[in-house]
């Protein structure tokens, strides 16, 4: 029997060309927020969403390049109370 792989919920989706300037202003206000509070928050018309990563999360950086078009991404992924690990042999 096959698994069925659970659903996956976009709750904001937002794609806008900024000036570099633009942009560092958007990366500063989360980094801001992320160390000032712990958190910061999304809002795109009526949908509010409060971004609150665990105090450890995965961290992704990807660059690549695929036919003259470049993309660097940052992805930050952890579960609701995830706390950092540790591994314990006795």
Known sequence: MKKQKPVT???????QRMTKQ?????LHTIADKLEQDGKFT???GDQTHE???SA???VEVEYREK???YKFELEL???P???KRSLTIE
């Open 81 to 83: 109370n995830d706390t």
């Open 51 to 53: 971004i609150e990563p």
């Open 77 to 79: 992924e952890w579960r």
């Open 67 to 69: 036919s003259g078009k």
């Open 9 to 15: 919920n976009i709750m904001i989706d937002y794609k």
């Open 56 to 58: 450890s999360p995965l």
């Open 22 to 26: 633009e942009l560092a202003t958007l």
């Open 42 to 44: 999304l809002t795109q």
